[in-house]
């Protein structure tokens, strides 16, 4: 196996016992004191807007995402990753939960983008709150489903990943971005598993190396899988009813925001952008 080109030996054991909920929660064993980790390679989140890094794996770019299978749509509580549009600490928070960025924007609406909803929006979220949303996708021939076991199969467990990420702040607003645009809801193209369509608008997508997220990793317990990332820079104003209809009813089993991973800033976790 060519681990350069591929996952780590034993991707399918790890991936399978991987799911979006699992990366997302509390792990009491989890290192966040002491020496980085050694021999991984790169890890995410990050500042988006720096393009340093010096951890010397690599392993080849994924295809674009649109000659690759979705197999899953998740997202988080505040933004993983960090750029000028979202660049607001929110702090530490409680075991992945309230920590992470937030949008400029969210600091700037108006009484009726911040108006209370009718109901209880995915499990807590209110307008206001940032979230970013993940588009995971596969080289493996795969239906979408739930968590990152839905990424693979036992005929392909060394699959390429893509991630494709945008960062919104919620607003009450039916005029906002629809949630719903971005769903999959069965949609084929050439074959291929694909959202109806991604938030195309919010800058180019910054590329690059890293890893899984999720707050059971830190500095000093990585990831040791290998995802080829593209997030967009701008946050976009998503209107929370939206998303709130999604969370009702999906075919991946997500009704509440994940928790984050504490942002990547040691030069020798990250690779470089180019």
């Not at 060519?2 to 064993?29: R, V």
């Not at 674009?64 to 960090?82: D, G, T, V």
């Amino acid at each position: 196996m060519n681990a350069g080109k591929h996952l780590l030996s034993g991707s399918l054991i790890i991936l399978m016992s991987i799911s979006t909920q699992s990366m997302a929660s509390s792990d009491s064993h989890t290192k966040t004191t002491g020496p980085a980790c050694e021999g991984f390679g790169p890890q995410t989140p990050r500042d988006i807007d720096h393009v340093k890094g010096s951890n010397p794996q690599t392993f080849s770019i994924a295809p674009k995402s649109k000659a690759m299978n979705l197999c899953n749509i998740h997202f988080h509580n505040n933004a993983e990753h960090k750029a000028k549009d979202f660049a607001i600490y929110a702090g530490k928070g409680d075991h992945g939960h309230g920590g992470g960025y937030q949008c400029k924007a969210s600091k700037s609406l108006s009484r009726s983008e911040l108006k209370k909803p009718a109901k209880n929006i995915c499990k807590g979220l209110k307008p206001g709150d940032t979230i970013e949303v993940h588009w995971v996708h596969s080289s493996c021939q795969i239906k979408p489903g739930k968590g990152l076991g839905s990424c693979l199969s036992t005929k392909c467990a060394n699959p390429d990943l893509r991630v494709e990420t945008s960062v919104f702040t919620l607003v009450n607003d039916k005029s906002a971005l629809n949630f719903n645009d971005y769903a999959y809801e069965g949609n084929m193209v050439k074959g291929k598993h694909q959202p109806k369509s991604l938030p195309r608008k919010l800058g180019k997508a910054v590329e690059f190396m890293g890893s899984t997220t999720g707050p059971k990793y830190t500095e000093q317990t990585c990831s040791p899988l290998q995802v080829t990332w593209n997030v967009t820079p701008r946050c976009g104003k998503l209107d929370i009813n939206s998303i709130g209809q999604w969370c009702e009813n999906n075919e991946f089993s997500e009704d509440h925001a994940h928790g984050v991973r504490k942002l990547v800033t040691n030069p020798k976790l990250l690779s470089i952008i180019k």
